[in-house]
């Protein structure tokens, strides 16, 4: 169910590495022509186009201020609270989930009585939940920092869950066997059992995480990417707000790419079938 | 006979020396009944092979031996204590190895100790001793993915053996490993054993193995499943492969079989 | 462990759980300013009201609309479009990062720009949900149809099934349910992306709905479209799920 990740199957078998290179940019620049080419004869000269980003590239990038304009120069700013958002949220919500993931894996009251709620809200879009958040804490960073939290909790309690409930029997045998304490199941045992189920919530967890910070600067109007988004898009000036777009794009592969590398890392024990 | 097996037959005879009693055990699942009315005495230094078909309960018994399952009814007595919960002095060895898969060899063998609170510096001395008993030298720093099916069973053994235990319950341990590792390690296990001997109840499928290991065999079977007869297996020890060719290993073979045959012809008779 | 509860216990507890959130609820309501929060039975009320007065119909079928065409059209294409690049090799090596890129990127991102595009209509709404929710079932479905065991291919040919026949009996039987497995991600997508729409593009929905009775302080109303929301998705996953068990007995072989 919510283990699953998706992942780009392998590639290489038939082509050299150059060939591939060559196919990838050469796509790149075919899908890059279309869209100059698309928009360029189609539509009005403040849509987004590859050129126009080549343009205002430098200057965003480098927070220079244009003239103008309003833009206050911000971008890497606006990099660095969307990033601080999302990693609070993180934190707090990761933590939090793997708490009630745990407990709800080992203790079947817990189970019971949670599993319901957590599935629910699971199911839904969390951004519904954001203008509830603004009617609670105002247009503030606190909103957003609670939508992230959300966003991220629930993958990660329903991953570990399902973890911890298809922990082995052999596991809990041998640890009963050995006298090991309550302790030593739920953190020795059930947690890094669940490790694998772990990472994959918190791949969820990390992109939803995304997903809610900048829904919220952009529907918040609070100072992020999202807000760059929108304020610049508001004003005409979407080749600038393309540059924040691309720079999500990079944070989400980045944040994937890392966690892919650290289960390999770090799980090189890991093997479907457990034993 | 030999000293051993006087030593053997000498404390089987005598209850209060039996370390493991069960009375009247029996087990149920629901409506399904899976054995009843066993009665079983366990010496301190035997070795007892619990053999039966499947599903006629003998992982389930011996559940029941070590208190990680509840009889139906019945009582197992370990130094004359019955058992509730997994007691002190126990040790398992399972069928599917259950090595934690995050841990080292090293960090498997000690986790016994570990729970039982034995110091680091205890732990740093015993295991590479017990990991040496079992053939896995210098592998203390491999994880268990990198180990064959026998190496890591060898690592489940010694994590067995590391907390001295009294009991040494195996359940089925070699039934998941190919057939010439396991010849090798049924002898491994029988020079471990026969060195230091404590009580062993050893379950399997397998009636040559279970006449090679044990000092009496047990047949399990019916339904429900009961003690349907205890052979004597009265071969020497120290065994090895020579044992294998003896007449007596063959007779005690066939004895067995034969039992155990009695049974599936029965079924199948009730079938029609 | 879940196993040695009783079949009736269970159940039980979530029973009693969900009456003491309620219950809760209600309680929170009381104490809690009503422009902040109000309680059980008031949204419930309120929640009756919007039944009644055809608001929530209205938004549950303009959403719907947005999402049933979204997500039919992220399946067409979806599937149809991962089974062609299993068949050409070298569109798929070539298009492959452009697909994980854009599976990673937060799509939100890109709604603005739709919105200039296509201004408040439901086309844009649509093709924010198409953007989010084609690329599980591509990727799946690449997945499913690289997959196909060779001697099953093996087999088809042995009958001289030339190669539309091929395509026809062998390979998309074999990938519906990894097809399946990507509608199943990418019912939850949509979601997001059609209340992302919704909010961002506004005008009609239940997204919509939300918003204006947020500015009107009218709490209640909220609190009721949010339920009616969580209960909606609950339903739609569930049958993505369903769809996806049902077609995934095909593949009892693996």
Known sequence: MTAVTVRMPRTRELSPRWEVFMLRLGAGLVLLGLWEGLVTWLSPSYITRPSGIARVFWEVVSNRSTPLTQLSGSFWFDVQTTLVAVFEGLAIGV????????????????????????????????????????????????????????????????????????????????????????????????????????????????????????????????????????????????????????????????INTTIDAATRHFLPWFRREGR | MTSAAQDVAAAVAETGGARIQIEGLAMQFGELRVFEGIDLEVGRRECVSIVGPSGCGKTTLLRNIDGLLRPAEGVVRINGAPVTSPPKGVAVVFQMFGLFPWKTVFENVAYGLRMAGTSKEQIREKVPYYIE???????????????????????????????????????????????????????????????????????????????????????????????????????????????????????????????????????????? | MSVSFDRLRGPLIALLSLAAGAALWQYLGTTIPKTEFVGFTATISSLWDLITNGELFTALKESMEVFAIGLAISFVIGFFGGLLMARLPRLRIALEPYVAAFYAMPGVALIPFILALFGFLVKAKVIVVVLFGIWPILINTLEGARSVNPELLEVAKSYRSNERRLWLHVIIPYTLPYAMTGVRQSIARCLVGMIAAEFLLSSSGLGDLIIRNTERFQTGNVLATVLVIMILATILIGIGRALENYFARWRAGE
């Open chain 1, 95 to 254: 933590t939090l989930g793997v708490i009630v993931g745990l407990a709800m894996g080992r203790l079947a009251t817990v189970e019971w009585a949670l599993k319901y709620y957590v599935g629910a809200l699971f199911a839904m879009p969390v951004i519904a939940i954001l203008p509830l958040m603004t009617l609670w804490f105002g247009y503030t960073s606190t909103a957003r920092l609670w939508i992230v939290v959300i966003g991220a909790f629930l993958p990660v309690a329903l991953n570990v869950y399902e973890g911890v409930r298809k922990l082995p029997v052999t596991y809990l045998e041998v640890a009963r066997t050995y006298h090991a304490r309550w302790w030593n199941v739920w953190f020795g045992i059930a947690l890094p059992a669940s490790l694998p189920y772990l990472l994959a919530g918190l791949r969820l967890a990390a992109g939803r995480a995304l997903v809610a910070a900048v829904v919220a600067e952009y529907l918040l109007a609070i100072k992020g990417l999202g807000f760059f988004i929108r304020s610049d898009t508001q004003s005409f000036h979407q080749n600038q707000a393309m540059v924040a777009v691309i720079m999500l794009a990079l944070i989400g592969i980045a």
């Open chain 2, 133 to 272: 008993l079992v053939g896995l030298n210098g592998f203390d720093k491999a994880y268990p993915y990198q180990l064959s099916g026998g190496m890591q069973q060898r690592t489940g053994l010694a994590r067995a053996l590391a907390v001295e235990p009294e009991v040494l319950l195996m359940d089925e341990p070699f039934a998941s490993i190919d057939a010439q590792t396991r010849e090798i390690l049924q002898f491994e296990l029988l020079r471990i054993w026969e060195s230091r001997p404590t009580s062993m109840v050893f379950v399997t499928h397998s009636i040559e193995e279970a006449v090679l290991m044990g000092d009496r065999v047990v047949v399990l079977h019916g339904r429900p499943s009961s003690v349907r007869e205890v052979i004597e297996v009265g071969l020497p020890r120290p065994r090895s492969r020579e044992t294998l060719a003896t007449d007596r290993f063959a007779e005690v073979r066939e004895h067995v079989w034969s039992e155990l045959m009695q049974e599936a012809r029965q079924a199948e008779r009730e079938l029609q």
